[in-house]
């Protein structure tokens, strides 16, 4: 390990923590060792999520040519208006004392249980997601397996709150969550495998240190910038985009349509946990491409590394929600039928051929000279050709068009 | 598919859920082993995507629609009676709030119908502006309308409003000059209210000028995108036949192929005077009536220009109209415009009294939305919704 591990910014939380726990009696000290990591989740993503709430807004207002939130200051100082950025606590405040109203016909137990465990499912994913270098909550030799498990339940609390609200745009919105979820939870998933026949191994903290080192000092070895790694990538964004249920494939909420799909019978609180659930799928997905694809909490280069390994990790998430707001501020949204087209016909297919990709990345790994310059050509041709056929299939048919006159 | 075992959800509760609780919405009467239930699902009159008050009763097998049956008469407010008992002067206000957002061309219609019933004359400069009028609301019309149908399409409001950017240059010229963005009430009968001046002109054909750009950009990021090409080309389809036979008028007609322009078949005003062409349509889709829209933008960018170019100095009223007290000839007149949504028509019966004996309108907006079950059926929730935005409706107008 180079000398930064050892830095005193990057041992500062860590030892923070040890110094808390040692006032304790000796029985009890492993409990507040967990605790502490989870109360310090709990807080450093909770007031991302807040703040990701107002950089969305922010960002999408200015997208489309407008200002967004920027009155909301501190109650008791007049005039202060620090650009808005206490709005989501304004909101939050909102939601809080809002009622709560629950159909008559719904079913009690279903309806509230929904909320509740579509946001504990949505914050276990993050228990096995590396935010530094040793500041991992829970080292599971399993990990990406469970985090995709515990990301798959949220599907069904979904599908709760649709069933139970006895709405029939709810119901209408839970069958699209299912349909879509399913779909895209394969080439999620597919998408990630070459990754671990590559490393080897299933447990995030490995990965991120297989994607250490750079060569001549600058050119980092992480996932993305190889053939394979930067295929599964995309697919892993576009998988991610639909499974966290943001545009374009935002189809069971579906503004447009189904007024708020499955959310369309909740209201103040139980909306608010929703709402919270959505930004936190949003961000562990974020977060898992991150220590995938993009080197965790590595630095790019080898200078930069004075910079604590946490920060680097937040300042990718940053970058990647970002993105993903970006996104939402430009495209339109497809129909289920296309979305479930587009999962089996496009990124299954494109999947599976990557994962044969990265074995011939393992296999050809000893390649050295010209070879290495052929293993690149092959391991990129195995992925567009493909893409370029199937994209051209996908969208055949559509086309702009030239119109006539009358004479 | 029988219709008598359509059913919506059971509202008896039957079994419990597995929490005690009522079980969710109950499956029953299955029509078909293999398909299912059917589902009747009201949308609107509260929803986000019918443009205000407006209901669709659609029936669905899974998301496909088998069953539409738009409902309105929610915004119903008399109108036409309520015109039968003021004076001809009095109605005008209130025809800007048939189609609240094209007052200026409302108006007109009426102004023709009445002008025509006592054969009054018009003098040139009004006609011109009239013409400068329609065609700077047909362009906010159109981009208003363009925004909605993307936002039906599931963008979160960003083409919408830099469509509404657009608009509200439109609006501010209509503010300054009749002193209300929306409900205008600037034409008369005889000619117009307010005379425009050099800088509101200059200001206007400014407008005109820059438009093309605006348009250039939002094609260029929208007309080509794969998605806005997927969710629109095939969809709602309408031919020729059905169209002519029900009626319709404007964008939706001549987007399957109909060459039919009130502006070329009456030649009302001076609309004569003007180089313009008709854009048609090949496929009767959403996606033509989309670009109909846009082709007939730039042609009106290319009538105001004209406009601008050529507009005459002198009054804008007839010095021999009578607006106050006024009682037209006995006998019945019918005017009618190329509004932006279609033809629109104004009937009148005169007594000779000082109000019309029989006012009637003919909304394009409402006689347009006749078809839209035709144009649903097969299609889903989804596309049902953006079927609806390229018809382009306001509420105002057909419920009157």
Sequence with gaps: MSPASDSYLERAPLELRDWLVQFLPEPLQWLAHHLITVVAVLAVFGTFFAFTTIAERKLLARLQNRLGPNRS?????????????????????????????????????????????????????????????????????????????????????????????????????????????????????????????????????????????????????????????????????????????????DLPEAESELIAGHLTEYSGFKYALFFMAEYFGLTALSALGVTLFLGGWQAPCVFLEFIPSYLWFMLKLIGMIVFFIWVRGTLLRLRIDQLTRLAWKFLVPLALLNVGNAAFWVLS????????????????AVIVIPFVIMGRSLTAGFAPRTYRYAS | ????????????????????????????????????????????????????????????????????KPVFGYLHRNHEKIAE???????????????????????????????????????????????????????????????????????????????????????DLFESLSGSRMMCNYQRFGGCRVDPSPEWLEAARRLAENYPRFLDEYEAMLTGNEIMLARTQGIGRLNSTHAINAGLTGPVLRASGVDYDVRKIDGYGVYPRFDFRVPLGAHGDTYDRYMMRILEMRESVKILSQAFRDLPAGPIMDPKAKLRGFRPKAG???????????????????????????????????????????????????????ILGSIDIVLGEVDR
Excluded at chain 1, 196 to 216: C, E, F, N, P, R
Aim: glycine share 8%; net charge neutral; proline share 7%.
């Design chain 2, 85 to 171: 008992n003021t004076s001809y002067l009095g109605s005008m206000p209130y025809t800007d709030r048939l189609d609240y957002l094209c007052s200026m061309s409302t108006n007109w219609a009426y102004a023709l119908a009445v002008e025509k019933l006592d054969g009054q004359p018009v003098p040139d400069r009004a006609q011109y502006l009239r013409i400068i009028m329609a065609e700077l609301t047909r362009l906010l019309n159109h981009s208003c309308l363009v925004g909605f149908l993307f936002n039906d399409l599931g963008t979160s409001f960003t083409p919408l409003l830099y469509a509404f950017r657009e608009r509200e240059k439109i609006l």
């Design chain 1, 73 to 249: 200051g501190l109650p008791w100082i007049k005039g202060l208006k620090l650009w808005g950025l206490t709005q989501p606590f304004a909101d939050a405040v909102k939601t809080l004392t809002k009622e709560d109203i629950v159909p008559a016909t719904a079913d009690k137990w279903l309806h509230f249980l929904a909320p509740v465990i579509v946001v504990a499912f949505s914050l276990m994913t993050f228990a096995v997601l590396p935010f530094g270098r040793n500041m991992i909550p829970v080292e599971l030799n399993a990990a990406l397996l469970y985090f995709f498990a515990a990301g798959a339940a949220t599907e069904l609390a979904i599908f709760m709150a649709g069933w139970s609200s006895r709405n029939k745009y709810s119901l209408l919105a839970a069958m699209r969550a299912l349909a879509q979820l399913i779909s895209y939870e394969l080439p999620l998933i597919l998408s990630v495998v070459p990754i671990v026949l590559v490393a080897g191994t299933l447990s995030t903290k490995a990965i991120v240190l297989t994607q250490g080192y750079w060569t001549s000092g600058f050119l980092p070895h992480w996932f993305v910038f190889t053939p394979w790694g930067l295929a599964g990538f995309l697919i892993f964004i576009v998988a991610a985009l639909a499974e966290s249920n943001r545009s374009p494939f």
């Design chain 2, 1 to 68: 598919m029988s219709t008598s075992q359509v059913s919506g959800f059971n509202t008896q509760v039957s079994a419990p859920g597995p929490f005690g609780g009522p079980a969710g919405p109950t499956v029953r009467a299955v029509h078909d082993q293999f398909h299912g239930d059917l589902l009747e699902v009201s949308m609107g009159p509260q929803h986000p995507s019918t443009h205000g008050v407006f209901r669709m009763v659609v029936t669905l097998d899974g998301e496909q629609i088998v069953k539409l």
């Design chain 2, 332 to 386: 019945e007149a019918y005017g009618r415009i190329e509004s932006p949504k279609g033809e629109l028509g104004f009937y009148l019966i005169s007594d000779g009294s000082p109000n019309p004996y029989r006012y009637r309108v003919r909304p394009p907006s409402l006689i347009n939305l006749t078809l839209l079950e035709e144009m649903c059926l097969g299609h889903t929730v989804a596309d049902a919704v953006v």
């Design chain 1, 365 to 380: 790994a000893h390649w050295a000279g010209p070879l290495q310059l052929v293993r690149w050509a092959v391991s990129f």
